[in-house]
């Protein structure tokens, strides 16, 4: 392979990858997060309405939380009167799947 082509294939990776994120935030949030917070981080949604969730596209919302208090309650979950609300995911997303889906639901917020 030439230097050309390596250089060709570094900068192809570096746009692919991206998306490829992208499509695993998406898949991740699709799967572990919208029964209860909904596609568009509404909270629209039988289970979130049961459980009070918050909605993500107010500014207020996501200029009160910060990225640290969500990973925590990502990882850890949400207990309240001795009743889980929100199950923790520590041991089923890493880090940087936390990292993702918190970047993520900040896409929601309206404008």
């Known amino acids: 392979m030439t230097i050309a082509n390596k250089l060709l294939l570094i900068a192809a990776l570096g746009v692919v990858a991206p998306l490829c994120r992208a499509a695993d935030v998406q898949e991740t949030w699709d799967k572990q997060c919208a029964s209860c917070h909904g596609k ?3 909270g629209n949604t039988r289970m979130g309405k049961k459980v009070n969730v918050k909605d993500y596209r107010d500014p207020k919302v ?3 939380m910060t990225d640290a208090k969500a990973t925590q309650t990502i990882k850890d979950g949400i207990k309240e009167k001795g009743e889980e609300r ?5 041991d089923k997303l890493s880090d940087d799947e936390i990292k993702a889906l918190i970047a993520h639901m900040r896409t929601f917020v309206k404008k």
Do not use: H, L, N, V
């Open 86 to 90: 929100m199950k923790p995911y520590k």
């Open 40 to 42: 568009d981080g509404s």
């Open 62 to 64: 996501q200029a009160d």
